[in-house]
């Protein structure tokens, strides 16, 4: 048996399974665009020069999807594979860099490579089929290894193995239909989503804060611009398919007449971004007036040694933060990049400081305790960065995915979630800004994100569209209110439910409104709304606000009744732990050290189905009992029962610590 290479032997075979279709070899083009990919992205080994896929081809199915093929071909025993201890693709090491040798070394791992290269430097290519080919001889005769993989945006960049196969003949066209509906069975599990969502919130956490740093400790730049700034990088990065190109960093010059300085050239770019996107004008000229005071009225355009400090900015957005930003979906972005910029902040006493935008798993939790699904219609008076509303459609599209069959049903269901069943408010035009692009980014195009103020302008109606008039017909009400209004924000509760005939509301609160602080306004929602459950929460904002907080949850429309049980639980121990360390990333801050999933999973099953599902918690954490109508009484430790009847173990305890006091003592 020969221990060289036999990686041309591997590749002839290859091309003779393929033969009756067109194929691309290492140095033919595929197209210029996936080339171009291919040459952007690192090499296999790590350095700059191009990414060379032994073969190359499309496949294209009846409803003319054009899925790239990237093959890659090794030709000696062992050179086919490398997986983790988890049996996942290592193509990243411990510290989440990519693992060049693995890449370089093993015929899955290079393929894969040159997929996540496609998908992330070009704008036509979302989903790639990437295959290792490997082959040694055995009993002189060759033994072919084959790996077949599928990559997508859709899919987190997570690969998923589409099946085992002895050939490559699965890819001729008698055969394709059968690949895609393999490949549209490649579902990720809710545990990889989750994995991926942590890995990616734990980078875009770890970049923007290094990316603070700088605009702190080197430019100079002031807290007050650096949300504003970094959002109007990101629009102009973007670009719209085939109308506007994003923003390359040569493009800003440093030049300082004042219609081609880099300030001006950012806005316009940002300001053709919006055109595109079909914002309404008002809502196009509110942002750009906003921008304005960052990109034109600042000195952040002037350069210095000729390069200015928006462009110093710029390339490590452009470079850091948009391949992340660009792969983040279902994501609250924008509420990450808020809470990281505005850790420094320090503004007492302040509405600047009434602003503590909600973490993802808590916008989760508090969707399915409301039992969002695809028919909901959602809406958030305080919308912030949107985070309750991008949490709501994830599992609104996932419900619709899992009911409906036809794929014409399911595009037009999931277009109508986007355009018709999501409404948010915001009053702060530097918040209303993050909630745009996060919408854009969710692919809504921001169609129903309303800059007013929800409790004085808002009237209920959809304001664009072609509802625009007409009442938003609410069933999910999601709310953390600004804690600093009138009964700690139940005010924003009241006039929602008023509008509302049905459904469930989750309310995100300062707990202490709840036990009298809230009233009138709590004592007057329970004339129309039933409380079912009040959850006592951990320190979910440790470090940004120093508040106890409580999750309330109401049945619209249905009076509460004094025998009817509400559920209370103390959810102080929910699995992390939280530190608040400003230069570390989520995977320190935020830690899973006792079961937090399952125990996020517990609570909802808690307040939807009852006791039975008593697991992680104890009966202690868990009371079932009614309240007045006086809405005063909805904390956990108000109905906490408290046993002041002794036990024999309490009094054998008692003499036990007399006794060792007083041994203590005389002797």
């Known amino acids: 048996m020969s221990k060289s290479s036999i990686e041309e032997q591997v590749e002839d075979i290859a091309k003779k399974q393929l033969a009756e279709i067109k194929y691309y070899t290492k140095t033919e083009v595929i197209n210029s665009e996936i080339e171009k990919a291919l040459k952007i992205a690192p090499s296999k080994s790590g350095g700059s020069g191009k990414n060379f896929p032994d073969i190359k081809l499309f496949i294209e199915t009846k409803d003319l999807r054009h899925i790239p093929v990237m093959i890659e071909v090794k030709g000696k025993k062992g050179d086919f594979i490398k997986l983790n201890s988890s049996g996942e693709i290592e193509n990243k090491t411990k510290d989440g860099s990519p693992h060049f040798s693995n890449i370089n070394k093993y015929a899955v791992n290079g393929a894969i490579h040159y997929a996540d290269a496609i998908i992330e430097h070009t704008e036509s290519y979302k989903e790639v089929i990437a295959i290792g080919l490997n082959g040694y001889y055995q009993l002189d005769k060759i033994k072919l290894e084959l790996g077949v993989y599928y990559v997508s945006a859709e899919n987190y960049f997570i690969p998923k193995k589409i099946d085992d196969y002895d050939d490559l003949t699965f890819l001729l066209p008698n055969n394709i239909d059968e690949l895609i509906d393999r490949i549209n069975k490649l579902n990720l599990t809710p545990e990889e989503i989750e994995k991926k969502s942590k890995e990616v919130e734990n980078d875009i956490e770890i970049k923007l804060k290094n990316l603070n740093q700088v605009m702190q400790d080197d430019l100079k730049i002031s807290v007050g611009s650096r949300v504003e700034l970094v959002t109007g990088l990101i629009m102009a990065g973007l670009g719209v398919d085939n109308k506007v190109s994003p923003l390359e960093i040569n493009d800003l010059k440093g030049e300082i007449g004042s219609k081609v300085n880099d300030g001006t050239v950012i806005i316009n770019k940002i300001d053709s971004f919006l055109e595109e996107r079909n914002l309404p004008q008002e809502k196009k000229h509110m942002i750009i007036n906003d921008l304005s005071r960052v990109f034109i009225y600042s000195d952040l355009w002037k350069p210095i040694n000729g390069e200015s400090k928006l462009k110093k900015v710029y390339t490590i957005v ?199 602080i809230g009233i009138p306004y709590t004592k007057r929602l329970l004339q129309n709304n039933s409380l079912l459950a009040s959850i006592h929460m951990p320190d979910i904002f440790k470090g940004k606000a120093g508040v106890q907080t409580a999750i309330y949850i109401f049945n619209i429309g249905i009076p509460h009744n004094e025998k009817q049980i509400v559920k209370f639980i103390d959810f102080t121990n929910d699995g992390y732990t939280r530190q608040n360390r400003k230069k570390s990333g989520q995977d320190v801050n935020l830690k899973n050290t006792n079961n937090a999933y399952e125990r996020y999973d517990e609570i909802v099953n808690l307040v939807l189905y009852g006791k039975s599902y008593l697991n992680y918690f104890s009966e202690e954490e868990y009371i079932e009992d009614s309240i007045s109508l006086n809405g005063d009484d909805w904390t956990f430790s108000q109905h906490k029962k408290i046993n002041t009847v002794p036990t024999e173990e309490d009094f054998k305890n008692t003499i036990k610590e007399y006794l060792d006091w007083k041994v203590k003592f005389y002797y």
Do not use: C
């Open 318 to 516: 452009k470079n850091e933060i948009m391949p992340i930003f660009t792969s983040a979906r279902h994501l609250d972005f924008t509420g990450k990049l808020f809470n990281v910029l505005n850790a420094w902040v320090d503004i007492p006493d302040s509405d600047k400081n009434d602003v503590v935008l909600t973490p993802r798993y808590v916008t989760e939790l508090m969707a399915k305790l409301a039992q969002v699904n695809k028919d909901s219609y959602v809406w958030d008076y305080a919308v912030g960065s949107a985070g309750f509303l991008i949490s709501s459609m994830k599992l609104m599209i996932r419900d619709a995915e899992e009911r409906i069959k036809s794929p014409k049903e399911l595009k037009e269901k999931i277009s109508k979630i986007k355009y018709q069943q999501l409404l948010g408010i915001e009053k702060r035009s530097d918040i209303y800004l993050l909630a745009v692009l996060n919408m854009i980014l969710m692919g809504d195009g921001s169609s129903n994100i309303i800059h007013k103020d929800s409790l004085t302008e808002f009237d209920g109606k959809y304001e664009q569209g072609e509802l625009n008039g007409e009442d938003f017909p609410a069933n999910v009400f999601l709310l953390n209110p600004p804690y600093s209004a009138p009964g700690k924000g139940f005010i924003f509760v009241e006039k929602a439910l008023s509008k509302m005939k049905n459904g469930r509301a989750a309310i995100l609160i300062q707990e202490n409104a709840g036990s009298g």
